[in-house]
């Protein structure tokens, strides 16, 4: 099935993107609007709206995502650190209904993760 999504399109190259990293599984790209120097997001290559979608079957794809992070982390600029972020559903905060792992560094730190009431 072909989706209309836009990391759908990017993966398939109707839309541009300045990409890190490709292989059959995966696709790693700069975000558009970075919150960070380095900021980029990493994808499967197949069509999952959300984490709750994925099951043992994208194993390969989503290990991919993580065991690639650290390395693409470093290539990007992300010497001393980052974060990952995979937000989920609506809670989450999910804006585009493709998975995908935010990875986020710079050279200052990042601040708390969550900010806990007091």
Known sequence: MEHACIFCKIVRKEIPARV???DDD???FH???PVRPVHFLIIPKAHIATLYDANMTH???LGTMLARAGELARLAG???GFR???NCGKVGQQEVYHLHMHVI???DPLGPM???PQ
Do not use: C, F, K
Request: hydrophobic share 45%; glycine share 8%; net charge negative.
């Open 114 to 116: 969550i900010v806990r």
């Open 59 to 61: 194993q390969r794809a």
């Open 26 to 28: 995966v696709l790693a």
């Open 31 to 33: 975000d558009i609007h």
């Open 84 to 86: 990952t972020i995979i």
């Open 78 to 80: 992300a010497e001393s």
């Open 20 to 22: 890190l990293y490709e």
């Open 105 to 107: 560094g710079g050279p």
